[in-house]
């Protein structure tokens, strides 16, 4: 009886694609991913202080959510939740404030990450993340709903 649970067990864990050596990530592989920001206009190297494709508006601006909504998923959404609705690991980032306030705070947070007590609850993503791709991030969760 032992033996056939042991192989039973093994089967369904084989099936499962798990092996005795592989390594298995609570939250998947959280590797920062790159965003193809190809179509948005290019931005200076100098960070800029306020979401460009928001100013600029029309067809720049709907890339950049279409963009940004692809790059949260891929980077964001592990933590902050699926269309940035936190389910409270991390702030819900639908509650950042508009206009420019809220663009300085989003761009300091997401370039610096943030550090508590020596450990990094936010990577810093200043080296792995295009300006364009943080803006286009940005794009999208501003334009999420902000119903509760």
Not at 59 to 85: D, F, K, P, V, W
Not at 127 to 142: F, G, K, P, T, V
Request: some cysteine; charged content about 20%; glycine content about 10%.
């Amino acid at each position: 009886m032992r033996l056939k649970l042991i192989l039973g067990s093994t089967l369904v864990a084989a099936a499962l694609g798990f092996t005795v050596s592989s390594t298995v990530f609570g939250h998947g592989d959280v590797t920062p991913q790159a965003v193809d920001v190809e179509g948005l206009d290019a931005l200076p190297e100098e960070y800029e202080a306020q979401n460009p494709y928001r100013l600029k508006g029309g067809e720049q601006y709907e890339l950049a959510q279409t963009i940004g909504a692809s790059g949260y998923n891929q980077n964001c959404a592990r933590c902050h939740g699926l269309e940035a609705i936190s389910g409270g690991i991390a702030p819900d980032l639908r509650m950042m404030e508009d206009g420019e306030l809220g663009d300085e705070w989003y761009l300091e947070r997401v370039r610096k990450g943030y550090s508590q007590n020596g450990a990094y609850k936010m990577p810093p993503f200043e080296d792995l993340l295009s300006q364009e791709a943080m803006w286009a991030i940005r794009s999208y969760i501003e334009n999420q709903p902000k119903t509760f």
